[in-house]
């Protein structure tokens, strides 16, 4: 059919420029297979991700904007338990940024996001309309497979090496209503990580002397019948502190830098960064 390279060409577009980026369920099986750092009174493993209740971190964007995340409380997802953020301003239900998931687990070896909710929420909305609206004319419908609880894998404690963050398969249908056609198509993503250097970062909250870079890069290839096409990009590059958490994040947007971060200590007692 005429419209099926478009149609592979315009999924690939879609997600190149919706997507800012993006494991598996045998992670506890991965861990075993590797080599980890393990602490001694000489030699303390960091804590890449503060996790308590009542963190509050403040980014501004180099477009003047500024939103706020901070842990709020715990909820069980397909039997694990996860940390939740809470964001200032809210995400929107459609919008996918796999820097901003709202729910996490730290393990000994690994920073995990659940992202089965959001994946499905961008397809079922945001995906869908916009084929809608190409296919319009021609009284078209969009069916997408729902996903199950899947998680993608944001570093590795300590950060190191190179690991796939995120390997995904999408499946649906372009439901052509008057010809009773089914198209099927196939979008798998994905994203792989690496840890890039060591680096010295100066934000608005302070100078970080030894952050971990981590570098992100997507690709995707999206299969309509048997036409296949592939497109890849880097994303997003973070800069990861110690004891801290993101600093700093740079991709096509601009560059984002925090600027203020409270984190809990115990109920009476917090530490307080504030230098913007």
């Not at 079922?124 to 309309?129: A, G, R, S, V, Y």
């Not at 973070?238 to 601009?254: F, M």
Request: aromatic share 10%.
């Amino acid at each position: 059919m005429r419209f099926v390279k478009f149609t592979t060409l315009f999924l690939c577009g879609v997600l190149v420029l919706a997507l800012a980026g993006c494991g598996t369920d045998t992670i506890e099986e991965a861990e075993e297979n590797e080599t980890i750092l393990t602490p001694t009174p000489e030699r303390r493993v960091p804590d890449y991700y503060p996790n308590a209740i009542g963190n509050r971190w403040v980014y501004r964007h180099s477009d003047g904007s500024q939103w706020t995340r901070e842990v709020t409380r715990e909820r069980v997802l397909a039997g694990r338990t996860y940390r939740v953020f809470d964001y200032t301003p809210p995400i929107e239900d459609t919008e996918f940024d796999y820097l901003r998931v709202p729910s996490y687990r730290i393990t000994p070896h690994r920073v995990l996001f659940f992202v089965g909710e959001e994946i499905n929420n961008y397809f079922e909305h945001d995906l869908k309309t916009q084929l809608e609206d190409i296919f319009a004319e021609d009284n078209t419908r969009i069916h997408v497979n729902a996903i199950s609880g899947n998680e993608l894998i944001f570093f590795r404690i300590p950060p190191t090496g190179k690991w796939d963050v995120l390997d995904l398969k999408i499946k649906g249908n372009i439901i052509f209503v008057d010809f009773n056609q089914a198209l099927p198509f196939e979008i798998h993503f994905l994203i792989k990580g690496a840890v890039i250097g060591s680096e010295v970062i100066e934000t608005p909250a302070g100078i970080f002397e030894t952050t971990s870079k981590i570098q992100y890069d997507l690709q995707i290839t999206t299969t309509v019948e048997d036409e296949e096409d592939t497109t890849s990009r880097q994303t997003d590059t973070i800069w990861l502190a110690p004891d801290v958490g993101i600093v700093k994040i740079e991709n096509e947007n601009g560059t984002t830098e925090l600027i203020e971060l409270i984190f809990l200590k115990s109920i009476k007692e917090s530490v307080i960064i504030n230098r913007s």
